[in-house]
Nanobody, 127 residues
Framework: QVQLVESGGGLVQPGGSLRLSCAAS????????IGWFRQAPGKEREGVAL????????DYADSVKGRFTISRDNAKSTVYLQMNSLKPEDTAVYYC????????????????????WGQGTQVTVSS
């Protein structure tokens, strides 16, 4: 069955870096756009980054532009989120999700265009 498994979360100091991984199985990763989302306690889910099926195009939330980089290795069925210059406000549970499309919908950040989600990985930025 379709499965997405996130890993790489943890506790990091402000200004530090983490790389999240999203391992996909049960489907052909190269056919679908993949998004990273996050949800902090008491806040709504936020679309963080999106990468198209080929990896040729990416999109980011304004809050992470210039700090986060999404990439994919279709041969390894894995999508990555490199997070640099982390801030306390980046603290959240991070989820990867598979879109129903090869490219992202204009309103992809709402998360309504995604059919499969991982279980999430906790990222805590604190000194």
């Amino acid at each position: 069955q379709v499965q997405l498994v996130e890993s790489g979360g943890g506790l990091v100091q402000p200004g530090g870096s983490l790389r999240l991984s999203c391992a996909a199985s049960g489907f052909t990763l190269s056919l679908w756009a993949i998004g990273w989302f996050r949800q902090a306690p008491g806040k709504e889910r936020e679309g963080v980054a999106l990468i198209t099926s080929s990896g040729g195009s990416t999109d980011y939330a304004d809050s992470v532009k210039g700090r986060f980089t999404i990439s994919r290795d279709n041969a390894k069925s894995t999508v990555y989120l490199q997070m640099n210059s982390l801030k306390p406000e980046d603290t959240a549970v991070y989820y990867c999700a598979r879109s129903w499309r090869a490219i992202g919908a204009p309103d992809w950040r709402r998360g309504l265009d995604f059919g499969s989600w991982g279980q999430g990985t906790q990222v805590t930025v604190s000194s």
